[in-house]
């Protein structure tokens, strides 16, 4: 506290300084610079880490623009006031300021959608390089369908495919269908190709959605800070084990259990961040979001690394399912101890621990790429059904014709 207090009354003597012996204009400039530097060093500087590699090209684009832009106009400003009358050069400089920031604003978002925005994303691209797709996609739309935002090519045996979601727009989360699609819009109709396919858009969307890639990279961060934490917790369950035995022997049995759960709930943690860098590292080795195919032989043996990377979770998920009661009943026994150090912090904790293993289940089947569930076969099947009644009445109609 002491040492923060001084640097504030250093910084305060600075600028009294720079006021005092520069003048008021120096003021100002140091004061406006004072601001900027620091915010865009926090939104510009990188993060360590492959998780954060597609934040960090964001990061890139946002630099080139400021410093090619900066540089430019800064030139252009300096030329101008040695050509112009020195009552002219003041307003065009202003005005040249105000061109310069308009124009990083600008470039800013229109370079962020050339490089950063996945081609997959956009309708025109698809329209572009596959337009019979896009006439099937919107062939066997239904009233109320609302379509995601992704459509990267999955080659798959050597030929492409587009695997097609639809989704309610009153309810994002309800899948109204599904199809598969060749590169001329024509369906396939194949349940095994089906699973195949929906593990190539997984990976790619593991890539190219940026949403996806923040989520990623801030589980990965939190369980960096989580690991430490579950340490401290255990520690101070050791610690105070006697004064929790003593209230009950339910206590003590609850006690056993989640300190013999320790190092499966540490292995838990760490195979989970080591599943998520692996596809991190993945998505940065393949353009982040310039991916606009994946291949199902990537796919296949993405599925296979992250399989034989997490088996020891199958192998104990029963064990770590067994400490959620334990864990929930200890955090309440806690609040029956006498004041003692964190105990707050502790039920916490322990609560974290009960909806870890309250989850765990859910963990070891997102181990399988692409998961094809009855929900998705039902849709799949009824959007094929409706396509097979659309097309029989576009041929009726041609017939008459």
């Known amino acids: 506290m002491c040492r923060f207090i001084l640097g504030v009354l250093v910084v305060i003597s600075l600028f009294c300084g720079i006021w005092t012996y520069l003048g008021e204009d120096a003021f100002m400039w140091a004061l406006i610079l004072g601001l900027v530097i620091p915010g865009l060093g926090l939104i510009l500087l990188p993060k360590r880490g492959v998780q954060h590699a597609y934040r960090n090209l964001y990061r890139k684009v946002a630099i080139i623009i400021v410093l090619g832009v900066g540089i430019l106009g800064m030139a252009g400003l300096y030329v101008l006031a ?67 935002d992704y459509t990267p090519i999955l080659r798959i045996g050597g030929k492409r495919y587009f695997l097609i979601y639809y989704h309610d727009k009153g309810n994002v989360d309800v899948l109204r269908g599904i199809l598969l699609l060749d590169e001329k819009g024509r369906r396939v109709k194949d349940e095994k190709m089906l699973r195949l396919a929906a593990k190539c858009k997984h990976l790619a969307l593991k890539t190219i959605d940026f949403s996806k890639s923040q989520r990623r990279a801030a589980l990965v961060d939190s369980w960096a800070q989580t690991m430490p934490g579950l340490r401290t917790t255990f520690e101070w369950l050791r610690k105070n084990g006697q004064q929790i035995e003593a209230i009950s022997e339910q206590a003590r049995s609850d006690l056993g259990v989640l300190l013999e759960g320790q190092d499966d709930l540490f292995t838990l943690m760490t195979l989970n961040r080591d599943a998520n860098l692996l596809e991190a590292q993945w998505a940065k080795d393949h353009g982040l979001g310039r991916l606009t195919e994946v291949r199902a032989e990537d796919a296949l043996e993405m599925e296979k690394r992250l399989l034989e990377l997490t088996q020891p979770i199958v192998q104990m998920a029963q064990r770590i399912r067994e400490l959620e009661q334990p ?38 089947e997102k181990r399988e790429y692409g998961w094809i569930d009855e929900e998705h076969l ?24």
């Open 82 to 148: 040695q050509i112009l009358p020195s009552d002219a050069s003041d307003l065009a400089i202003y005005a040249g300021l105000g061109f310069i920031g308009m124009a990083i604003i600008g470039l800013s978002f229109l370079m962020a959608y050339a490089t950063v925005v996945p081609p997959t994303r956009r309708r025109d691209w698809l329209k572009k390089h596959f337009p019979e797709v896009i006439k099937a996609i919107k062939r066997y739309m239904q009233k109320g369908d609302l379509l995601e």
């Open 327 to 364: 864990a929930e009943r200890l955090a309440k026994v806690l609040t029956e101890l006498p004041a003692v150090p964190q105990r707050k912090m502790m039920v916490e904790a322990l609560l974290g621990i009960a909806d870890g293993a309250r989850t765990v289940y859910g963990w070891v």
């Open 378 to 401: 039902k849709a799949y099947r009824a959007r094929n059904t409706y396509a097979d009644q659309v097309d029989a009445r576009l041929r009726r109609a041609e017939a008459r014709v």
